[in-house]
């Protein structure tokens, strides 16, 4: 089975409309943060609604965006976008992300899917001993995370844990016997690792293989959006970035 994997889209519809162009691929699932930071969250969470992914989990923005926290660690510019998309999102697409549960959550013997760590959803992975903490938090061989919306690969083989920063188009050779993986396929929304390009990963449970991969998206569009909106213009500077 070939698994798209959609993280924090962040409502950048641009991003995942040039996603869904690739169709190689059999069933998706999305570790997150749909809405949030960009201009389009209803357009985004009708689109995901309508791709119909075998499992989501919720992000902290979703749940800022949809009533259940209030963001109060939030910085900023994060905060006023987060309440701008409470204001725009309908009744339906509020009450999907307010019922979207939190992960970790196990999609199939080889894989659990979280937002932030599978210790707490609103952690963050960016070192190699929060990593090495969190590999007693799931235990299917892989789990697939964002929140960082930094590409990366941890490794838990024999008590060793190292970790690779995949290229724009990795194919990860995965080992599931006696081998853990901590895997985060990027941002599809708001890249942060110095590539503006859209990110997703697809995990070939079959081929035991992760691939990573990177578009270039009309981000422009996206980022002229945020502007009209009055949304902070930092959100739209840092898509041009990747930061
Ligand atoms: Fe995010």
Known sequence: MRYLILSDIHSNLEALETILEYRAYDRSVCLGDLVGYGANPNEVVDLLRKMDPVATVRGNHDKVACGLDQGEEFVFHARS?????????????????????????????????????????DDYILSEPVALHNFRFFDTPICLFGHSHIPVVFELKNGNLTYQLPSDSAVIHLDLEGTKYLINPGSVGQPRDGN???????????QQVMEFHRLEYPLENAQAKIRRANLPAFLADRLAVGY
């Open 196 to 206: 503006p390009r859209t990110a997703f990963g697809v995990l070939d449970t079959g």
């Open 81 to 121: 976008a987060a309440f701008w998309t409470r204001d725009q999102l309908t009744q339906e697409n509020r009450d999907y992300l307010s019922h979207l549960p939190q992960g970790p959550l196990q999609v199939e013997p080889a894989f659990s899917i979280s937002h932030g760590s599978p210790r707490d959803e």
